[in-house]
């Protein structure tokens, strides 16, 4: 069923476990998640971000994902995830997303605050739900890479403002997490989660999930986190998935496919599992 954030993190938040969002760019990936979450019972968040738009179009990414959402046996909220221009979240919100994040995190703070009030505004009128960002959280590599990351951290006391002032359901926090592959173990700074929890009383949402430890995962998700974005492990395991198949003999896209599937639901079901969304829907 096709749900917005608002219901879903809510109870997520008060039961204390996480729901994984999980970017999925094609048709392979959309099925790898939503298959896994309706054999898990799991409430479950998928979509994808204006940077992935090069890889598909939102319009054709709406055309899969909208109605395997509203088809499936468990609660599914199509999310559209830093999103960065004003022009792109309408876009995403004419096709039928149920939520938008808009990412105004690298911009100043009362900037930052307005536009986001306004975007709220906007998407609680049509029952969408909205995620912002205060601080900023960076890349692993690249140019999206932070020399000093801490110097973008959430700040408790603006994130307690933030969210009277625009009126966010969800709230992307930087604590040391980053975007990609880490090249080193991160550290979370888990007193600023569980004081920008309790502050704020919204739920939580880490980015850059992939290759954090299941004890980072199980500690944040108790202090208030109650969103965990997934991208590059699952993007890892398709490839390990063709790679797989192409080592056993499989020699067209249509004999792939199941290989790069199964690999991806592994990878998703080990998350729903280490997030304790499973029967949860």
């Known amino acids: 069923m096709l749900v917005n954030m608002k219901q879903m993190l809510e109870k997520a938040k008060e039961e204390k476990y996480g729901v994984g969002f999980f970017n999925a760019v094609n048709l392979e990936m959309a099925r790898a998640v939503i298959e896994t979450a309706e054999e898990l019972r799991s409430p479950v968040i998928v979509g ?22 509203k088809e499936a046996s468990v609660p599914v909220c199509v999310h559209y995830d830093h999103g960065l221009t004003f022009e792109r979240c309408m876009e995403a919100l004419r096709l039928g997303f149920t ?30 739900t909205v995620e912002g960002e205060l601080g900023h959280v960076g890349d692993n590599a690249g140019s999206g890479k932070l020399e000093n990351p801490s110097d973008y951290f959430t700040d408790p006391d603006l994130a307690e403002e933030y969210v009277k002032k625009t009126g966010v359901d969800a709230l992307a926090v930087a604590v040391g997490n980053a975007h990609g592959d880490y090249a080193f173990p991160p550290k979370l700074d888990f007193d600023r989660i569980k004081e920008i929890s309790d502050r704020t009383g919204i739920p939580l949402v880490l980015h850059g999930g992939s290759g954090l430890s299941d004890d980072d995962f199980r500690t944040a998700v108790k202090l208030g986190v109650s969103k965990i974005n997934i991208f590059t492990d699952i993007d890892k395991a398709g490839r390990a998935g063709i790679e797989k198949g192409l080592a056993e003999g499989a020699s067209t896209i249509t004999a792939l496919m199941p290989y790069q599937i199964e690999a991806m639901k592994e990878v998703v079901g080990e998350k729903i599992s280490l997030f304790g969304a499973s029967s949860m829907s």
């Not at 100043?108 to 009128?125: D, F, G, T």
């Open 48 to 69: 994808t971000a204006e940077i992935l738009l090069p890889f598909m179009e939102l319009k054709d990414v709406a055309g899969y994902l909208i109605p395997m959402a």
């Open 99 to 128: 939520s938008i994040m808009y990412d105004c995190s690298t911009k100043e703070y009362e900037e930052n605050l307005s536009l986001v009030k306004e975007m709220v505004k906007i998407c609680h009128a049509m029952d969408v």
